[in-house]
């Protein structure tokens, strides 16, 4: 091993796109199973405490992998992201608009994690209301990903991208069409937004991320562009 | 000093949780509400009954001790 | 005991007593000197009543205010509704730490009550004695008269009597009104509370009971208007005057609302005990042969013609039919109209007065409803009957208030009282009366906007 970890890409940088790609999975499945708990879904073999129980731990485990996921960025040499840069948006020098809205989705995180878990002492209505960015901190997440990621180009990470923004926009719908039309203004809202963000996903991807020369118009540093010509191949080509 | 269940109407808005986790005391009437003994716990029953109660979204379930009780 | 009952608004039938301080303990009491139009000024209160004792520095035993003792000896109970030892009330208030404060529930949210407004109206320097007289036993420095915002000559009235007591500065606590919607839970103590402090007029769950925190955090006594009233002639004439009328286990007297098929009805004043009979011969005979009472209010009960005849007005006496006194709420309903159309009428409009807030009385009461109605039209189950019964049995004490319970005490004393005509009724559809005007009225509005999070059944 130790030959390519010489003149390879380091371990963090396996690391942080895999924690990253993970994180998504396991954000998407809690915002899911958050949409099944509130929906009181249930059967005989999967009770409600059961679900619910499920949405809260598959979120923890989420913030878990987003820490990890944080800790390898900072910790891989390639990329100059330092720690301040994992909770303050925009003020790094590596695709400083890109990481600031994982930046803004991380503290987004933080401040439903630590409400979820003092949850005892702070009302129910309080509670909730924190609890709704989630909604937001997901599309903001997504975008981080997109943005920053240099995976995106390949086929598998894509799909599993598409796929997780097919389960929330099926989740979202699920949640909206409860209760149908009260509270007719926040409902449609919610669809509005949903349907504008996949909308410019759609018109933005192909000459986004997915187009040419996205690393240098994405900002990354200079110095880190002259290794390839092209932006971000599928093996890692920014050494 | 005993201690009993009792549920805050208001809140509850029928997830049913607590049943699930204390079927001994805790029944759901036919839109989902809980029914709610409201006797003294026996010792044995203690861990589920606070169980169920952090089981709660809304903290609708309710671990009291009879000093607390509103008349 | 004797049937003593007392007519108010007959003015061709009764003389003012004004002069006579009632040393022998007759009616009226509460109603005495009451004028034939208008309300009383301050100077007739005195000359009739005699001035409210003044403030005492002497505690009894335990600390407390003599006054408080009185009350308790006197055995006064609530007139709101519920019945609650007064004197255990006070204790409360006055145990608890805190500047207290006193409001005055003349909300009246019941359609058949008219008591607490016409008392507020014609005899405001007695509601306001009382409440000044409670206020110094709770160690209160604030009142707050809480009038229904569709009773504007109640609350003028009040506002009358307030500024004439200011002028020559009888009271030491500051008095100010407050206006309450009609919604029929909003004379509720929480509900009221509630709606002090910025809220809307709905209950909320307790503990913090109000006699704890209650306005602006406060200890709150929340008294009805006739109880304050009592409370000032019990405070002037002491609990063994008090004790002269009624029974051991209810003494003194009450105010009732008699409607429906007498030819006078209106507010009546009765001693606790005084037989039906008595109270309709005071108001000049029934009208035709009643068909049934609802005592209490409608959240009370129903009693059927057969029992009519040995029904006798205080809890103890009515207990036996599954009713209390309640708030004071006598309605006979005649021989033409329809028992099952009205209680069809009545249910669905208390299902939808309820606050909306918890589970078992927003679908409960909406069920309970529905399956009358569905006897009434003649479109029930076979089993109607017995599913309302399970219902209101599923419904009492599952809410944040008495409301659902009120009408579980409804249903089930209406499946009592007219067993054969809902089994007609379920049988035949709807019968001739049912086409007949309401008796029991209904006010078009008051009723509430419910909060859009709970009306969904989860199974």
């Keep these: 091993m130790t030959p390519i970890l010489a003149t390879g890409p380091s371990l963090y940088w396996y690391l942080t796109r895999s924690t990253g790609a993970v994180a998504l999975l396991l954000l998407t499945a809690a915002v899911v199973l958050g949409v099944v708990d509130v929906r009181r879904w249930s059967t005989p073999n999967w009770p409600r405490f059961m679900v619910d129980a499920l949405h809260r ?155 040419s020369e996205w690393a240098r118009r994405s900002g990354t540093p200079s110095s880190l562009l002259g290794h390839s010509a092209t932006a971000g191949g599928s093996h890692g080509s920014r050494r | 000093m005993s201690q009993r269940l009792r549920v805050n109407p208001i809140s509850c808005e029928a997830h049913g949780m607590c049943a699930e986790l204390l079927p001994e005391r805790i029944s759901l009437d036919e839109w989902g509400y809980p029914i709610v003994n409201e006797e003294p716990l026996p010792p044995a029953l203690l861990d589920h009954a606070r169980r169920a109660a952090q089981a709660c979204p809304t903290f609708a379930l309710l671990l009291t001790r009879d000093r607390d009780r509103g008349s | 005991m004797s049937d003593e009952t007392l007519l108010i608004d007959a003015p061709a039938a009764w003389e003012s007593e004004i002069g006579d301080p ?95 407004r016409t008392l507020l109206h014609a005899l405001p320097h007695l509601v306001l004695d009382g409440a000044q007289l409670a206020a110094e036993a709770v160690g209160a420095d604030e009142l707050i008269v809480c009038v229904c915002e569709s009773a504007p000559a109640s609350s003028d009235s009040a506002t009358m009597a307030i500024a004439e007591r200011r002028g020559l500065s009888v009271d030491s606590a500051r008095i100010h009104i407050a206006a309450v919607p009609g919604n029929y839970v909003a004379g509720q103590e929480s509900a009221l509370v509630n709606h002090l402090n910025g809220g809307p007029a709905i209950p909320t769950f307790t503990p913090p009971m109000v006699f704890q925190q209650g306005v602006r955090r406060r200890p709150t006594l929340v008294a009805n208007a006739e109880t304050l009233a009592h409370l000032a ?131 409960g009461l909406d069920s309970i409803a529905s399956s009358v109605e569905e006897i009434a039209g003649g479109i029930a189950q076979a089993d109607a009957t017995q599913r309302i019964a399970r219902l209101a049995t599923l419904v009492r004490r599952r809410g944040a208030c008495g409301h659902p319970d009120g009408v579980a005490r409804l249903v089930t004393t209406a499946l009592d009282a007219f067993g054969p005509e809902l089994a007609d009724h379920a049988r035949h559809g709807p019968c001739e009366d049912c086409a007949r005007p309401a008796q029991l009225p209904l006010p078009a509005d008051g009723r509430l906007d419910r909060p859009s999070h709970k009306p969904v059944s989860w199974r």
């Design chain 3, 22 to 116: 009632q040393p022998h303990g007759t009616l009226p009491r509460l109603l005495a000197g009451i004028p034939a139009h208008g309300p009383m000024s301050l100077e007739d209160h005195l000359a009739v009543h005699g001035p409210a004792p003044a403030s005492t520095r002497r505690r009894g035993r335990r600390g407390e205010s003599p006054l408080i003792e009185q009350i308790a000896q006197a055995g006064l109970r609530g007139h709101g509704g519920a019945g609650f030892p007064t004197a255990t009330k006070l204790r409360a208030v006055a145990d608890s730490r805190g500047r207290a404060i006193v409001v005055v529930n003349a909300a009246e949210g019941e359609p058949a009550s008219l008591k607490d």
């Design chain 3, 233 to 363: 002639l019990i405070a002037r004439h002491g609990p063994e005057w008090f004790r002269q009328l009624g029974i051991p286990s209810q003494p003194g007297s009450a105010l009732v609302t008699l409607s429906g098929a007498v030819a006078h009805p209106g507010v009546y004043e009765i001693e606790h005990g005084a037989s039906l009979h008595s109270l309709t011969d005071a108001a000049g005979g029934t009208l035709g042969d009643p068909r049934a009472l609802l005592v209490g209010g409608y959240g009370g009960s129903w009693i059927g013609r057969e029992l009519l005849r040995g029904v006798a007005l205080s809890d103890e006496h009515l207990a036996p039919h599954a009713a209390s006194l309640g708030a004071g709420v006598i309605a006979l309903l005649s021989e033409n109209a329809c028992p099952v159309a009205e209680t069809a009428r009545v249910t669905r409009w208390l299902s939808e007065q309820s606050a909306g807030q918890c589970g078992p009385c927003v679908h």
């Design chain 1, 57 to 211: 731990k598959v979120a923890l485990l989420a913030m878990i992998f987003l820490a990890l996921h944080i800790i390898t960025s900072v910790l891989d040499t390639f990329a100059p992201i330092s720690p301040i840069d994992a909770v303050v948006p925009f003020a790094g020098s590596y695709r400083p608009f890109w990481l600031g809205l994982g930046a803004i989705a991380f503290d987004l995180l933080i401040a439903v994690t630590i409400t979820s878990l003092l949850r005892q002492r702070m009302g129910y209505a309080s509670w909730r209301a924190v609890h709704w960015l989630t909604y937001a901190s997901w599309p903001i997440a997504l975008l981080h990903g997109f943005g920053t990621g240099s995976d995106v180009r390949t086929t598998w990470l894509l799909a599993l991208s598409i796929a997780c923004l097919l389960a929330v926009l099926a989740a979202v719908a699920v949640r909206v069409a409860d209760g149908w039309p009260q509270t007719l203004g926040c409902r449609g809202a919610a669809l509005g937004g949903a349907g504008a963000f996949s909308l410019f996903l759609l018109l933005w991807l192909p000459s986004g991320p997915l187009g």
